[in-house]
């Protein structure tokens, strides 16, 4: 008799995810399934509205990184107007850095502190009940106070470029509205402010060190917990820096050998293709040359340390260093080793927007560039949880008539796929119960990819989490859920 | 429907602040912000302030521990939410989500509670909401909703209910 659980939010539009993990006879898993209901409406969204609105518009399609759509589709209607993103004006370029590290900084601080870091100080099969944000301001209040000035310190630095904490306007396609005054700056540099640039690299230094430490002494779990081989993709900056906001496209195998490399973002569709399978209405993207079989990848910060040569950051290439010494210099397939990877890029943020904030040339300068206009643009940023595509083609009254986007949970759907079967083969396979703690290892494998699966609506009366227990006649055998009712 | 009004009516020297939450992109879904858009276009008392945003955050409990009473605005999907609107205390509340990025209203309390030790007079004002798909437009039972709530948003602020002057 074949078996199926399955793990469901049941959220009542897109934006949920749901595990099925299917036995055979022998209670062996023979199949483990991620569904996560992708966003696909918003592109005929878009469809028909002038291109100088697209901006704007797609911070629609997500609560969580609308700062990564805003700034993917300003890069992509800069082709549509003629100057591509590495030609528009070096004011505009900064600013926009410097509102995409504040985001990069802002989200991956969120995802460490209030979801991954209950589970490294608590442990993963601890009481769900300690193995939360509030147990760990109950254990470790001035961690936890920290994390919500680090939150806040990114989100400052956000409504300063962007205009607006939500539905920013900054950047516009050729450039950005407005320069950086010395007076926003002022107060994320002032030494006795209650958060401020110095202070924010030295506690996700601090940050970091938490992980280091919880890594030493838990090296057999962090390290072999659904960990597997794969191809990785990203940016790089064309001298192969870790480049979050431009570069071009990098795609190396599991031994590190270079798929593609150098490649103009705008032709990315003669390297990467999108498959279709009959179980999901989500698409598994892969890589041309390699084939649809082999050729998936992961990205995200695990992806973009096995792709790129060097962090142009002292304190965060220091890190680094390190962190490639573990795995001898070879791409890194520990899915753990995404927490480590994404506290890197937390340091190289703060070191970047310190940085910035000091650029004289980001409080004047050109704001804009036009060109000569173009009738199709592909944007591309390196968000906080992956490479994110906007594809766009134009008429000639300036309406948009094509939009294709391609976001980061897309392109780790494969690689989250084989995280949650690791998790079944390990912990399901030859029970005839759901499991203690099966949640907890499922979550614990899920959430190290950081899924955006709030991109929807998210209004009252959500479940987020739901274990049913299925024979082969799908007869309910068993029920776990988590509830979250306000 | 609005019972609770009598506990949220603002005594002398209380900061007060209005939060909608939502997503204008997905229709109903951003009731809440589109009665903040609604509040910012009148006057309103000096002791009032507005927010907005797409969810709670845990920078929401810092926020928020700036407040003395804290009325919150979100549309609901719940099939017993109460039209046009509806006004209830909310309580902190210890929960665990699931790689949501977004926290409840009780969770954003408790927040508040153990980090800063303040406990605002919580409160949400629910709009039901009927339509979720991606357009910006307001269905038309949400409308009316969102016109009630505001109308009698503004007269209660106006109102003696209301003992601050304004």
């Not at chain 1, 901006?55 to 549509?80: E, F, N, T, W």
């Not at chain 1, 958060?195 to 924010?200: I, Q, R, T, V, W």
């Not at chain 1, 082999?294 to 910060?301: A, L, Q």
Request: proline content about 4%; aromatic content about 10%.
């Amino acid at each position: 008799m074949s078996r199926k659980i399955t793990i469901e939010p049941v959220t009542r539009v897109e934006g949920h995810g749901k595990v099925t993990i299917k036995f055979d006879e022998n209670h062996r898993v023979i199949q483990t399934r991620l569904h996560i209901v992708e966003f696909r409406g918003f592109e005929k969204f878009v469809q028909g509205r002038p291109y100088w609105e697209a901006p704007v518009l797609v911070q629609r399609l997500c609560g969580i990184c609308p700062v990564s759509h805003h700034l993917c589709a300003a890069k992509a209607m800069d082709v549509i107007v003629g100057t591509p993103s590495d030609q528009i004006p070096r004011t505009a370029d900064k600013m926009r850095r410097l509102m995409h590290y504040g985001q990069v900084f802002q989200s991956h601080v969120l995802h460490f502190f209030h979801l991954a870091s209950p589970d490294l100080l608590f442990g993963v099969d601890s009481d769900p009940i300690k193995r939360n944000i509030i147990g760990v301001i109950q254990d470790f209040p001035e961690l936890a106070k920290k994390a919500v000035l680090m939150r806040k310190f990114g989100q400052e630095v956000i409504r300063i470029t962007a205009g607006k904490k939500i539905h920013g306007t900054g950047a516009i396609p050729g450039g950005i509205n407005k320069s950086l005054t010395y007076k926003e700056r002022d107060q994320l540099i002032q030494e006795d402010s209650e958060f401020n640039a110095d202070l924010m690299v030295q506690w996700a230094e601090e940050g970091l060190a938490l992980f280091k430490g919880y890594h030493k002494k838990n090296k057999d779990f962090v390290d072999k917990f659904a960990a597997f081989p794969s191809n990785y993709m990203s940016l790089v900056r064309k001298d192969g820096a870790l480049d979050l906001y431009h570069g071009v496209l990098r795609a190396v195998d599991h031994a590190g050998n270079k798929i593609f490399d150098q490649v103009d973002y705008q032709d990315y569709t003669n390297y990467l293709s999108e498959e279709i399978r009959s179980w999901t209405y989500m698409k598994f993207p892969f890589i041309k040359s390699v084939g649809s079989g082999n050729g998936w990848y992961r990205v995200g910060p695990l992806a973009r340390l096995n792709t790129c040569d060097f962090i142009p950051t002292p304190i965060a290439q220091k890190e680094f260093e390190e962190y490639k010494a573990y795995t001898y210099g070879k791409p890194n397939g520990m899915s753990m080793h995404m927490h480590w990877a994404r506290l890197i890029e937390v340091v190289h943020s703060a070191e970047c927007i310190r940085e910035l904030l000091k650029d004289p040339e980001i409080y004047q300068g050109e704001l804009t560039r036009i060109g000569d206009r173009q009738v199709e643009g592909i944007g591309v940023i390196e968000a906080p949880r992956g490479t994110l595509f906007h594809h766009y083609r134009v008429n000639s009254d300036d309406l948009i008539t094509m939009c294709n986007l391609i976001v980061s949970t897309t392109s780790n759907n494969e690689g989250m796929n084989r995280a949650v079967g690791w998790v079944a083969d390990h912990h399901i396979s030859g029970r005839k119960e759901i499991p203690e703690g099966l949640l907890n290892q499922v979550e614990v494998a899920i959430r190290a990819y950081d899924p955006c699966l709030s991109c929807a609506t998210h209004a009252i009366g959500q479940m987020p989490l739901e274990v049913s227990l299925y024979d082969s006649h799908n007869q309910l055998l068993d029920r776990v859920v988590k509830n979250t009712n306000i | 429907m609005v019972s609770y009004w009598d506990q949220l009516a603002l005594l002398s020297n209380e900061k007060c602040l209005i939060y909608g939450l939502g997503n204008v992109g997905r229709q109903d879904d951003g009731l809440g912000i589109r009665l903040i858009e609604k509040l910012e276009s009148i006057s309103l008392p000096s002791f009032v302030s507005l927010e907005s945003n797409y969810q709670l955050n845990v920078e929401d409990a810092l926020l928020i521990s700036a407040f003395e009473v804290v009325l919150f605005a979100d549309a609901s999907v719940e099939a017993e939410a109460v039209s046009p609107f509806s006004i209830r205390p909310i309580q902190p509340l210890l929960e665990m989500t699931f790689s949501t990025h977004a926290m409840s209203l009780g969770g954003v309390l408790s927040l508040c509670d153990e980090l800063y030790g303040k406990n605002p007079r919580a409160f949400l004002l629910t709009l039901p909401g009927y339509e979720w798909e991606i357009a910006e437009e307001l269905s038309q039972s949400a409308s009316l909703n969102l016109e009630l709530a505001f109308q009698f948003l503004r007269a209660q602020f106006g109102s003696e209910l209301c003992m601050k002057s304004l």
